[in-house]
């Protein structure tokens, strides 16, 4: 166990109606701040904060960010196993892409967050992957599902909170193009004043229609 490289991983959008799912692997440094949690539990400022840290302090993570065209047409679970996938790519595989490959054609936002990348022994069995929640083995690698991992193992809380200020970034940006539904408020998840602004303007390009087919009673699904 002490030759292998731990790394954790979580993702920011799951439940959101709009925008991306954003997951982060983030390799084990040894060294975190004392205040390191579960992203959710800390307010925003905070988590741009830790951020800013991680980049000062060169800790390597990965993003994988998946749209929400790919969500819609795979579904909610294989967006997240690509989004390990694409995340792990960067510490694990080789330097590649990060993005799912629909996600230029409907974003205006290209900046890479992983800026770092070591000269690790890149074998897939020199891993341990720490996933938050009770997700199924990804059988690529080594890994372990950890249910409330971002609230109890740093490492995962650490992808947690990458995976939340990169998705919170990109909703901002988002909003430049889609002014209409206040994404750098909702973040794209499903408030009254989004479902306001769907009924008022519609479904946009980087709303999961999927997920809005469970608003039967609302009549902006006559656009889906």
């Known amino acids: 166990m002490s030759n ?4 954790g991983v979580d993702e920011a959008g799951r439940g ?5 799912l954003v997951v982060a692997s ?3 440094c040894f060294s975190y701040p004392t205040y390191i949690k579960d992203s959710k539990k800390i307010k925003e400022e905070k988590r741009e904060e830790i951020f800013d840290i991680f980049l000062e302090k060169k800790y390597i993570f990965g993003i994988g960010i998946v749209s929400n065209l790919y969500i819609d047409k ?3 679970l294989n967006a997240f196993k690509e989004g390990i996938y694409l995340s792990l790519n960067f510490i694990c595989g080789e330097k590649s892409n990060l993005f799912d ?9 290209r900046k890479n967050y992983s800026l ?47 995976a939340k200020v990169v998705r919170d970034r990109i909703m901002r940006s988002l909003e430049k193009k889609f002014k209409d539904y206040n994404f750098s408020i909702n973040k794209g998840y499903c408030t009254k004043e989004h ?4 009924e008022e303007f519609g479904i946009s390009t980087c ?3 999927t997920f809005l087919q469970n608003f039967q009673k609302y009549k902006f699904l006559g656009g889906i």
């Open 101 to 109: 490959e629909n996600f230029f054609e409907y974003y205006d936002f």
């Open 16 to 20: 959101a109606i709009a925008g991306p």
């Open 116 to 162: 770092y990348y070591s000269e690790l022994n890149r074998s897939e069995e020199n891993f341990l992957i720490l996933v938050d929640g009770n997700l199924p083995v990804i059988k690529e690698y080594k890994t372990i599902a950890v249910i409330d991992g971002d609230d109890r193992i740093p490492i995962i809380s650490s992808a947690s909170i990458v």
């Open 195 to 198: 479902l306001k602004n769907l």
């Open 74 to 76: 795979c579904g909610i």
């Open 4 to 7: 292998l490289n731990l790394v």
């Open 207 to 209: 709303h999961r229609k």
């Open 26 to 28: 983030f390799l084990d």
